[in-house]
């Protein structure tokens, strides 16, 4: 079946514009998670969804950032005045249940630069 | 909080030979534990995992056993192919089960 989507796949933004990225997750799945994955931090944990509420949101580096999910299903997530320390790629993932031993799936991820 | 300390890279191999990348883990409890993996140009994908102590995941010739006793989950192939080549990440849950938590990432690099 299909995976997990995300859109779009690269994102070259200036220095203090706004950005949506997208994510499809898997069907039925309804766990959602953002992450990011930089040279630098490795993987941070972004946001957790537990259908359309996010129980979860400590990974959030700031204000400027801002999720939302409508449906129990497409995830946006949205940067603010975009600063280059942004610039990463941006991991979407779900999972079957908010369950220890659920594994997560992964999207291919969006690729953001901040110039 | 859980966290998970995972061997920095790059481990360098011949094809064929024996890897081991190691991992270890401080958790509250006994949680689910695993291991991604990132070939090159590619997202990340679930290579293997284990839900319980002494449990063995295994996957594509890897393996690698939940071992309570050195709170270890160390990865390993006996023979290794130049299509394993790619990045590896331990991870477990976090306290909440929020979220995962992963290691740096060990870079493996397999010449013919």
């Known amino acids: 079946g299909a995976g997990v989507s995300q859109s779009p796949s690269n994102k070259v933004t200036e220095k203090g514009k706004d950005v949506e990225l997208r994510c499809d997750p898997i069907?039925?799945?309804?766990?959602l998670y953002w992450y990011r994955q930089s040279l630098g931090q490795g993987l941070e944990f972004l946001i957790y969804?537990?259908?359309?509420?996010?129980?979860?949101k400590s990974g959030l580096p700031s204000d400027r950032f801002s999720a939302e999910r409508t449906g129990g299903s497409v995830s946006t997530l949205t940067i603010q005045r975009t600063q280059q320390e942004d610039s990463a790629v941006y991991l979407c993932a779900s999972s079957l249940a908010m369950d220890r031993g659920y594994e997560q799936y992964f999207g291919p991820g969006t690729r953001l630069t901040v110039t | 909080g859980n966290s998970v300390t995972q061997m920095e890279g790059p481990v360098t191999l011949s094809e064929e030979a024996f890897l081991t990348i190691n991992c270890t883990y401080t958790?509250?409890?006994?949680?689910?534990l695993f291991w991604y993996v990132q070939y090159p140009g590619e997202g990340l994908q679930l290579l293997l995992k284990a839900t319980k102590a002494d449990d063995k995941g295994s996957n594509k010739g890897f393996e690698a056993t939940y071992r309570k006793e050195t709170t270890s989950f160390h990865l390993e192939k006996g023979s290794v192919q130049v299509s394993d080549s790619a990045v590896y990440f331990c991870?477990?849950?976090?306290?909440?089960?929020?979220?995962?938590?992963f290691g740096k990432g060990t870079t493996l690099s397999v010449s013919s």
């Open positions: 958790a509250t409890g006994y949680p689910s």
């Open positions: 969804f537990q259908g359309n509420s996010a129980p979860d």
């Open positions: 991870a477990l849950p976090n306290q909440a089960g929020t979220a995962l938590i």
């Open positions: 069907s039925g799945h309804t766990a």
